[in-house]
């Protein structure tokens, strides 16, 4: 019995054991140097998750490492290659608050509006992210100026700004399309007085037009009509309203 019972202790222990060596980490034993090589190879080769589970063991074990900052920056850009864009903003951030005089701030920076622009949902969601995208990304542009990361945060931005003007505009279009014109016109002044510079201001100024003319306000449809001509004289939208005359009548 007692020799039965050690059997068992023992194939307890063996089994124990093999379970620990199964869990271990891959990236026991190496040291800073290795830990950063490996990660980088694995970011190289499109392993995010790798590359930020090594990234991750080296920051935990090698805290003061005098490479830590390229170590944390990398971290975020894997986690911004895994598209987890939620915890690449989270890291990128984390290196602006330790590292903001470091000379790679300013990718630091971009990745932050980048991962926000990312962030950005698919109409007609919630568009949160797309707003703070576009104040982040703003900020890029004024506070790394004439640098190539302040060159994409604009084009970023301006990117956002359209995707706005666009939901603004089909939400305009939804109320035109069932007669309800006065809200129609809100939301179609509301593109044409915020979004000038895109492509849907001319098609909400278009929008007011046909509106008042709709519910028989034949001057505030004239006022439309010629904005839209002064203002974007080559856009589809006046084409179409001079090309049929543009009479509302």
């Known amino acids: 019995m007692l ?3 050690r059997r068992f202790g023992i194939l307890a222990l063996a089994l124990a054991l093999a379970a620990c060596g199964s869990t271990a980490s891959p990236y026991q034993g190496m040291d800073a140097e290795a830990l950063y090589a490996t990660a980088t190879q694995e970011y190289s080769e499109g ?3 790798n590359a930020a589970e090594a990234l991750d063991r080296l920051l935990l074990s090698f805290g003061d490492w005098d490479r830590v900052p390229e170590a944390r920056l990398m971290l975020a850009h894997a986690h911004f290659g895994a598209q987890d864009f939620l915890t690449a903003r989270a890291e990128y951030v984390r290196y602006l608050d330790r590292y903001a005089g470091e000379g790679d701030a300013p990718v630091a ?3 932050v509006c980048r991962s926000l622009a990312s962030l950005s ?4 969601r919630d568009q949160t992210f797309t707003n703070d995208a576009i104040l982040v990304c703003r900020n890029v542009v004024v506070d790394y100026a004439g640098t190539p990361q302040s060159a994409e945060a604009a084009q970023l931005s301006n990117s956002m700004r359209v995707k706005l003007a666009e939901k603004e505009y089909m939400t305009g279009d939804f109320y035109f399309r069932r ?3 006065d809200s129609a016109i809100k939301y179609f002044e509301f593109v044409a007085n915020l979004y000038t510079e895109t492509e849907f201001a001319p098609m909400a100024l278009a929008g007011v037009y046909h509106s008042n003319v709709a519910i028989g306000y034949q001057d505030l449809a004239d006022e439309a009509k010629e904005l839209l001509l002064s203002r974007y004289p080559d856009s ?5 309203l001079q090309s049929s005359g543009g009479s509302g009548s």
């Open 109 to 111: 920076a971009l990745g």
């Open 236 to 240: 589809a939208a006046a084409t179409s």
């Open 3 to 5: 020799n039965m019972t």
């Open 121 to 124: 949902p698919v109409m007609p």
């Open 179 to 181: 007669k309800l014109y």
């Open 47 to 49: 392993g995010y998750l």
